[in-house]
């Protein structure tokens, strides 16, 4: 029973071209994350949502945004990407901050 | 700024071959620490949480222990389907919802 869903799971964009990925949840929590994974390197925090309240990392670029229009799902907009985008762009739920994380499959992005 | 170093990057075992892997960490009040297991083109799976120096877990072959610097992830007789990246985050009392994620321990089991 997947809890956290991304859709697509593998997107080829072009450099420039805007890209929406998704994420939903069954699990109703109230911390939906959102992280970049580079080959080989840790996981980086973008963004989260507390509910409806946005939280955005200082070093997030502004290409980055993301829209929670309700509980169950979440969506990472690309504005422009650049061929440093590609990477794997994992999403994350949990119960209450600072409670253990629950990640989706990914979505791999290549930005061409 | 919290910090976490796991060590080695790579580990690669013999079937039945014990070892663990270690994380080092710098956190401004520990509010937990958390193993996870990634497979390639997956997202990480959670195993462990750990709140305070001396807890420990198990979960199969899989032992986690915490000292107030570091954790470490024990693996008993590891088993092929073990091979995975294992990542160990951290949170903090200053790091708002913020897990402070290692660059993981990459093992690999040879039958």
């Known amino acids: 029973d997947a809890m956290v869903i991304q859709n697509p799971r593998y997107q080829v964009t072009q450099f420039g071209k805007p890209v929406t990925l998704s994420c939903s949840q069954t699990l109703n929590h109230n911390v939906m994350y959102w992280y970049q994974q580079k080959s080989s390197q840790a996981p980086k925090l973008l963004f989260h949502?507390?509910?409806?309240?946005?939280?955005n990392e200082a070093d997030t670029p502004d290409n980055f945004q993301s829209r929670r229009p309700n509980t169950s799902f979440c969506f990472l907009d690309i504005r422009s990407p650049g061929l440093g985008d590609t990477a794997m762009y994992l999403c994350?739920?949990?119960?209450?901050?600072?409670?253990?994380?629950?990640f989706g499959s990914g979505t791999q992005l290549s930005v061409l | 700024e919290d910090q976490v170093t796991q060590s080695p990057e790579a580990l690669r075992l013999q079937e039945g071959e014990s070892s663990s892997l270690n994380c080092s960490y710098t956190v401004s009040g520990l509010r937990g620490l958390f193993w996870y297991r990634q497979d390639p083109g997956k997202g990480p799976e959670f195993l462990f949480t750990?709140?305070?120096a001396g807890e420990e877990k198990e979960k199969e072959r899989l032992k986690a222990t915490l000292t107030k610097k570091e954790s470490f992830l024990h693996i008993t007789a590891p088993k092929p389907e073990d091979s995975a990246t294992y990542l160990c985050?951290?949170?903090?009392?200053?790091?708002?919802?913020?897990?402070?994620f290692g660059e993981g321990t990459q093992l690999t089991v040879n039958p």
């Open positions: 994350a739920t949990s119960r209450d901050t600072s409670e253990k994380l629950f």
């Open positions: 949502y507390y509910d409806k309240d946005f939280n």
């Open positions: 750990l709140y305070s």
């Open positions: 985050a951290v949170v903090g009392k200053t790091s708002g919802s913020r897990l402070t």
